[in-house]
């Protein structure tokens, strides 16, 4: 099934079960985005630099994209399925379920000006083109299928929300669906922090930041946007040097040996992931906040580690590993 195929079903028919069979595409959605940016964030040998830095923030709120979608799966009573291979993606390949059909390879791979502008940017392209337009390709985007999804809440009764098993996160902004408008800030949150809005590229009422986009865009371009006297959104703010980078290769799709514990690790982050959202723990989820920060030391160490043959370095598989 595709995300396509659920966007042609009709509004009269967009009942429970499909909301929750695309808040479940939505949560897979928000996770396949996860491992190519952390591979790119890894690759550059100074974690303290700006790139570095602006990568780390995405990856962040695409962690919180997750966790309000399964917030808003759980509500309506139904479970986020996480700890199985299936949720995970096969890298290099398509985005899950069909969104994206243009973008047909999804690597993990070390970060270069290539992967930023034709992966990074292309993922979160804001529907309607950019403020700041240097493409004018204009095609489905995550935030039309985010807007079906709210307009799919907006049918139901209000006791369809029940509140329960709702999990909080200070530091992520994690917060409870506990209402229509909690689902309606949720769905607004993840749109804005991806896309910005239509009138600018900041994250409206947020975090004061550009939108996904534009910051992968600033690393793309070399320099900061900035609004011109003219008023215009241009990128040319201050420099933004692209790092230094480890060496790290395209993953092939089979993976590395060299990379089972990193991916033992991983499957466990998966398995308390799952365990959080089916039992509502808050403790669960805090362990695999936990392991998420963990998985750094031994992904640093594969993207050391050169590869026999001269073409690279190692990198972390992310394979589903019982």
Same mark, same amino acid.
């Given at each position: 099934?595709?995300?396509?195929?659920?966007?042609?079903?009709?509004?009269?028919?967009?009942?429970?079960?499909?909301?929750?069979?695309?808040?479940?595409?939505?949560?897979?959605?928000?996770?396949?985005?996860?491992?190519?940016?952390?591979?790119?964030?890894?690759?550059?040998?100074?974690?303290?630099?700006?790139?570095?830095?602006?990568?780390?923030?995405?990856?962040?709120?695409?962690?919180?994209?997750?966790?309000?979608?399964?917030?808003?799966?759980?509500?309506?009573?139904?479970?986020?399925?996480?700890?199985?291979?299936?949720?995970?993606?096969?890298?290099?390949?398509?985005?899950?379920?069909?969104?994206?059909?243009?973008?047909?390879?999804?690597?993990?791979?070390?970060?270069?000006?290539?992967?930023?502008?034709?992966?990074?940017?292309?993922?979160?392209? !804001?529907?309607?083109? /950019?403020? %700041?337009?240097?493409?004018? $390709?204009? @095609?489905?985007?995550?935030? =039309? +299928?985010?807007?079906?999804?709210?307009?799919?809440?907006?049918?139901?009764?209000?006791?369809?929300?029940?509140?329960?098993?709702?999990?909080?996160?200070?530091?992520?902004?994690?917060?409870?669906?506990?209402?229509?408008?909690?689902?309606?800030?949720?769905?607004?949150?993840?749109?804005?922090?991806?896309?910005?809005?239509?009138?600018?590229?900041?994250?409206?009422?947020?975090?004061?930041?550009?939108?996904?986009?534009?910051?992968?865009?600033?690393?793309?371009?070399?320099?900061?946007?900035?609004?011109?006297?003219?008023?215009?959104?241009?990128?040319?703010?201050?420099?933004?040097?692209? !790092?230094?980078?480890? /060496?790290? %290769?395209?993953?092939?799709? $089979?993976? @590395?040996?060299?990379?089972? =514990? +990193?991916?033992?690790?991983?499957?466990s982050l998966l398995a308390k992931l799952h365990e959080a959202w089916l039992q509502g723990s808050a403790d669960a989820l805090s362990?695999?906040?936990?392991?998420?920060?963990?998985?750094?030391?031994?992904?640093?160490?594969?993207?050391?580690?050169?590869?026999?043959?001269?073409?690279?370095?190692?990198?972390?598989?992310?394979?589903?590993?019982?």
């Amino acid at each position: 099934m595709s995300i396509q195929t659920q966007l042609s079903v009709p509004m009269t028919k967009r009942d429970t079960d499909w909301l929750m069979t695309s808040l479940q595409y939505a949560i897979e959605l928000e996770h396949a985005t996860i491992p190519p940016y952390l591979c790119g964030m890894w690759s550059v040998k100074d974690q303290q630099d700006p790139v570095a830095q602006l990568i780390s923030s995405v990856v962040m709120e695409e962690m919180l994209h997750m966790g309000l979608a399964c917030n808003m799966l759980t509500t309506i009573g139904g479970t986020p399925e996480i700890n199985s291979p299936g949720f995970v993606p096969t890298y290099p390949g398509p985005l899950p379920h069909g969104v994206r059909p243009s973008l047909q390879e999804v690597a993990l791979v070390g970060l270069s000006p290539d992967v930023v502008k034709n992966t990074f940017m292309q993922i979160e392209y !804001p529907e309607g083109g /950019p403020i %700041a337009a240097f493409a004018l $390709e204009t @095609y489905q985007t995550i935030g =039309a +299928f985010y807007e079906a999804i709210l307009a799919a809440f907006q049918t139901l009764d209000p006791s369809a929300i029940t509140g329960k098993r709702q999990l909080t996160d200070e530091g992520l902004g994690l917060f409870a669906i506990n209402s229509f408008a909690d689902a309606q800030k949720a769905v607004t949150t993840i749109r804005q922090q991806g896309e910005g809005t239509s009138q600018s590229p900041y994250e409206s009422g947020f975090s004061g930041e550009y939108a996904h986009y534009y910051r992968f865009a600033e690393i793309a371009h070399g320099q900061r946007l900035i609004k011109n006297d003219e008023g215009l959104w241009v990128y040319q703010g201050d420099a933004l040097p692209f !790092p230094d980078c480890w /060496p790290m %290769a395209k993953v092939p799709a $089979e993976g @590395y040996p060299q990379s089972q =514990a +990193f991916d033992k690790t991983y499957t466990s982050l998966l398995a308390k992931l799952h365990e959080a959202w089916l039992q509502g723990s808050a403790d669960a989820l805090s362990d695999a906040v936990g392991i998420m920060f963990n998985l750094a030391g031994p992904a640093t160490n594969l993207l050391k580690t050169p590869i026999p043959n001269g073409q690279g370095n190692y990198g972390p598989s992310f394979k589903y590993t019982p």
